[in-house]
């Protein structure tokens, strides 16, 4: 009984409210807010390409420093070996490594 006590009173509660309604033009209005951030975005974007130019330049600058480091340091390998071969006649004049 309580049941229907409350879905009666609920019902009537409702009498006289009316069906709301959209503000006329919304949708146009929304379309027009969305094409201006649009507008106002594309300079933005603009600026961004010049971001990437400038990373691109980075990577470019550090790959270069890093093949400029590695051509500088194999000559001075080279040099290491002749005191290596040093060391090799050394070891061969005083038999270091032979066991009797």
């Known amino acids: 009984m309580k049941a229907e006590n409350r879905a009666g009173e609920a019902m009537k509660s409702l009498e006289g409210i009316q069906r709301a ?6 949708f146009a209005k929304i379309q ?6 649009r507008k106002q975005q594309l300079p933005n974007e603009q600026h961004t390409g010049t971001h ?4 691109a330049a980075v990577i470019a600058f550090v790959i270069c420093s890093n093949a400029w480091a590695l051509t500088n340091y194999w000559p001075t390998e080279n040099e290491t070996s ?5 060391y ?3 070891t061969t004049d005083f038999n270091l490594y032979e066991n009797e």
């Open 32 to 37: 027009q807010k969305l094409a201006d951030q």
């Open 21 to 26: 309604k959209a503000p006329e033009h919304t």
């Open 52 to 55: 990437w130019l400038k990373v």
């Open 88 to 90: 090799a006649q050394l």
């Open 82 to 86: 002749t005191e290596d071969a040093s």
